[in-house]
């Protein structure tokens, strides 16, 4: 069964502290990784795609890492403003569908 | 990539009306549009997937006469909550069928029903 799962569920950091969100799936087959962050009532804003052959990639204050052979994605979160504060969700591509498996999200809350 | 736009962003209703939810993609046209509802504190769940010109097809659970979808256009697929009860208030979310890797989806719609 396709699914994938993510921790924490929340986390609350300071105001310029970083931090590592994981995501652990199962999906196949694997196409791609994807990392979303969706603020509150707004539809899912795309911060990072990975294929099966990419292992990191950055945009900004985000990075992901995608390891194949654990399953495993994390993101990473530099310098965290308050505007970081949001969901980020995980989200699986299959090969040979167009259909998501969508993580049940980490909330992120940034305090000043 | 594409941009989508939802409309409304947020609706009360009153239970037993019906409410109707637009998805438009302004640059790409959609062949298939993804629909999708979110409970609070929940991941995005796949309802149902409407096809341009011909019946849209129902993920396990959804009710398709209480769910009705329209793509009647490729720019443009409806979703109308019929008889709306409080237990249908949730977040419902578009998103277009691209053969891009990235996925862009609408704002999303609030759908409250009192």
């Known amino acids: 069964k396709n699914q994938v799962e993510q921790s924490p569920q929340s986390l609350i950091i300071l105001e310029g502290k970083n931090c590592t969100l994981q995501c652990n799936y199962t999906v196949s087959p694997f196409s791609n990784l994807r990392w979303y962050k969706q603020d509150t009532g707004r539809g899912p804003v795309s911060l990072t795609i990975m294929t099966f052959s990419e292992n990191t990639k950055s945009n900004g204050r985000y990075t992901a890492t995608l390891d194949a052979d654990t399953k495993q994605s994390s993101l990473h979160i530099t310098a965290s403003q308050l505007s970081d504060s949001a969901s980020y969700i995980c989200v699986g591509g299959a090969s040979g569908t167009y259909k998501y498996i969508f993580g049940t999200g980490t909330r992120l809350k940034v305090l000043a | 990539g594409a941009v989508v736009s939802q409309h409304p962003s947020w609706v009360i209703c009153k239970s037993g009306t019906s409410v109707k939810i637009e998805c438009r993609s302004l640059?790409?046209?959609?062949?298939?549009m993804f629909w999708y509802r979110q409970f609070p504190k929940q991941s995005l769940m796949l309802m149902a997937t409407s096809n341009e010109g011909s019946k849209a097809t129902y993920e396990q659970g959804v009710e398709k006469d209480k769910f009705l979808i329209n793509h009647a256009s490729l720019t443009l697929s409806t979703l109308t909550v019929t008889s709306a009860h409080p237990e249908d208030s949730s977040f419902y979310i578009c998103?277009?069928?691209?053969?891009?890797?990235?996925?862009?989806f609408g704002q999303g719609t609030r759908l409250t029903v009192v």
């Open positions: 640059d790409f046209q959609a062949t298939t």
């Open positions: 998103t277009p069928r691209s053969s891009d890797v990235e996925a862009f």
